[in-house]
């Protein structure tokens, strides 16, 4: 069964793959280099930790946005080890929260102070969680352009590291111009390691975006033998269906349906199984 930071993820996978299949390639990114590089300048003066924490407060309980007010204050006040440590029982914070855009920032900030491979490849991990499924366009290309230079830095110490290239790949599939440089830093993780459920998954997405649905369907399959969950199941199943396997997206439908347990969710799986089932 999914958990509460899961299921929003899911309930958004329904809505978005009308957009995903949609869309050509080219639309993930951006087209027109100069206007990007002005944009990108504008975006990092409007989002930055102050601001994407006070927007990440919204809504949340009184009591825990006085308990985060009050770390950022003595954040503000620390220097080296002392403040590395606040950051950390800051960025658990939000992460109890399932705010991740604010922790990329965090753990950004803590590379900083101390570079260390963890902190650039948490930073990176955060700001691409932040910006995966998130409405705001404008702060998705921000955080998913911080995401690849954290991921960046993680790779500049560790080169080999296959959870750095895989986000880094992942990160640059959406947020460049040339986003099969991202693909061809994905192969090569999946070549070193055919079991990697993140670069699989990212390729998978890929491939059904492209319309490529037997390799989509390939890559998925592999992800749900190695960690099945209610969203690759979906995209099997989509894969499946835009294949003509009617019987196999049934079934790879129904298993989406039985792991994610979500009302919403399972009521489209059953219009789009009595729609495969005619």
Do not use: H
Request: proline share 3%.
């Amino acid at each position: 069964m999914l958990n509460t930071k899961q299921i929003v993820v899911v309930v958004l996978v329904v809505a978005l793959m009308g957009v995903l299949l949609a869309r050509p390639i080219k639309g993930l990114v951006n087209e027109n280099k100069e206007s990007a590089t002005s944009a990108t300048a504008e975006a990092s003066s409007t989002y930055n930790f102050k601001s994407v924490s006070d927007v990440s407060k919204q809504g949340v309980d009184a009591g825990l946005t006085q308990e985060i007010n009050a770390l950022e204050e003595k954040v503000a006040k620390a220097d080296g080890e002392e403040k590395i440590s606040l950051l950390g029982q800051l960025a658990q914070k939000w992460d109890d929260l399932a705010k991740y855009a604010p922790q990329g920032f965090i753990y950004e900030e803590m590379a900083k102070i101390s570079p260390k491979f963890e902190y650039w490849l948490k930073s990176g991990d955060a700001f691409r969680s932040a910006y995966t499924n998130l409405q705001d366009t404008a702060m998705a290309k921000e955080l998913n352009r911080l995401a690849i230079q954290s991921y960046e830095k993680a790779t500049a110490l560790d080169e080999n590291n296959l959870d750095a290239k895989t986000g880094l790949g992942a990160a640059m599939v959406t947020g460049t111009n040339n986003p099969m440089s991202g693909i061809a830093i994905l192969r090569e993780v999946v070549a070193k390691d055919p079991k990697n459920i993140q670069a699989n998954k990212t390729l998978g997405l890929f491939s059904l975006q492209s319309r490529q649905f037997d390799k989509a369907v390939d890559r998925f399959k592999t992800v749900v033998e190695l960690k099945p969950d209610a969203e690759s199941y979906f995209y099997l199943a989509t894969g499946y269906e835009n294949m003509g396997l009617k019987n196999e997206a049934i079934a790879a439908f129904q298993k989406s349906k039985e792991l994610a347990s979500d009302p919403t969710l399972s009521q489209f799986i059953d219009r789009r199984v009595e729609e495969l089932s005619k």
